[in-house]
Nanobody, 121 residues
Framework: QVHLVESGGGLVQAGDSLTLSCTASIRSFGTYGMGWFRQAPGKEREFVASISENGGETAYADSVKGRFTISRDNAKNTGYLQMNSLKPEDTAIYYC??????????????WGQGTQVTVSS
């Protein structure tokens, strides 16, 4: 069973930065793509960023491109999402997921519990 734990969320002001971490309890983390999704109150879950197994490919939602950076350290079984220039509309629960590299939630079969990011104006 795959176990993913997100951390690093919190309450910040617009323009601030946060880095989220996702640690995976999995035998071969480096053989899976991983991604970040978010869900705001009253809205559907949306794609944020994803990264391929070895980090060679990345993809970003247009809304975060240029502000967020996805990365991974396979030796630590950990993925990251660096978030800069945060905006109130970034407020959401952020989830990490493991599966196949892509933009669709259906690509990812294992999900963490999420970490709350709140950006005040």
């Amino acid at each position: 069973q795959v176990h993913l734990v997100e951390s690093g969320g919190g309450l910040v002001q617009a323009g601030d930065s946060l880095t989220l971490s996702c640690t995976a309890s999995i035998r071969s983390f480096g053989t899976y793509g991983m991604g970040w999704f978010r869900q705001a109150p009253g809205k559907e879950r949306e794609f944020v960023a994803s990264i391929s197994e070895n980090g060679g490919e990345t993809a970003y939602a247009d809304s975060v491109k240029g502000r967020f950076t996805i990365s991974r350290d396979n030796a630590k079984n950990t993925g990251y999402l660096q978030m800069n220039s945060l905006k109130p509309e970034d407020t959401a629960i952020y989830y990490c997921a493991v599966g196949a590299f892509g933009r669709s939630s259906s690509n990812f079969g294992s999900w963490g519990q999420g970490t709350q990011v709140t950006v005040s104006s």
